[in-house]
């Protein structure tokens, strides 16, 4: 193991209560966990050694490796033959707001990357015809995107905006996010009405997502208005639930 793998978890300030009900490998995976979400083990960072790691904490192997698994299993860490335990990325937390998963993952500091699957026009389904107010069977654009995150697929985003306004190009669609590309051409993006669901991944999704067949997915199906009322588009999307969740803020009433 190269001396540097071991150096990144000797910073960190880590400790066990043996007192505490809590497992230990929980809490040796809550604390691991932490320092990835604040970005005190960061993307690419070697975990170090389980041997050293449970000397250090006077812990038994199994327990450090338990601890590690469950990361692993959370997304957090890979494990790579010949390199060792490896910081993934932290799991984006997106809030229930109108805002684009580019941009969340831009200010996550998750540097967003994109690939045009399709930018094409086609006749609107019973379902895009009703969340964009038009006939079924008119005319609407269909953008379908794979976004990832250090160049690891985390969405497959599904759009459809109305033609005869906003027209995306897709050079322009694989550098920045779609509201950016419609704030600039003069859309004011006022609300939107939006569904959260889970299904299961089909085999050509889990292909496409670098999932398996079956795997779970978030959904998100969203009707964006501007600030006339009227719907500019309809997004359909599905995303990595080892990779993402979706964070909401609830209010108690008075």
């Known amino acids: 193991m190269p001396k540097q793998a071991a150096g990144q978890t000797e910073a960190l300030q880590l400790g066990v209560d043996r007192a505490s009900p809590v497992p230990l490998y929980f809490q040796l995976a809550q604390q691991l966990e932490a320092a990835i979400e604040q ?16 000397h250090r904490l006077g812990l038994s192997r199994p327990t450090v490796r338990q601890a590690i698994q469950s990361l692993v299993d959370k997304g957090l860490l890979v494990r ?11 799991q984006v937390k997106r809030p229930l707001e109108l805002s684009s998963l580019y941009d969340d993952l831009e200010g996550a500091g998750q540097r967003p990357t994109t690939r045009v699957l399709a930018n094409e026009i086609e006749p609107a389904s019973a379902e895009v015809a009703a969340a964009l107010g038009l006939a079924e069977g008119a005319e609407v654009h269909r953008i379908e995107r794979l976004r990832l995150a250090h160049d690891e ?10 033609v005869g306004g906003f027209a995306p190009d897709s050079a322009r669609l694989e550098d920045t996010g779609l509201y950016r590309l419609m704030r600039a051409a003069g859309i004011t993006l006022h609300s939107a009405r939006q569904t959260v669901g889970a299904r299961a991944a089909t085999l050509a999704e889990g292909q496409l997502l670098a999932e398996t067949g079956g795997a779970p997915l978030l959904t998100m199906a969203r009707t964006t208005f501007d600030d006339t009322g009227r719907a500019v588009e309809f997004g359909s999307h599905l995303y990595r639930a080892s990779r993402y969740s979706f964070e909401f803020q609830l209010l108690v009433r008075p």
């Open 39 to 54: 970005g005190r083990l960061a993307p690419g960072s070697l975990l170090g050694n389980e041997i050293d790691l449970a």
């Open 80 to 90: 790579r033959r010949g390199v060792g335990t490896q910081v993934v990325h932290s």
């Open 153 to 162: 697929p985390m969405a497959y985003l599904r759009n459809h905006l109305p």
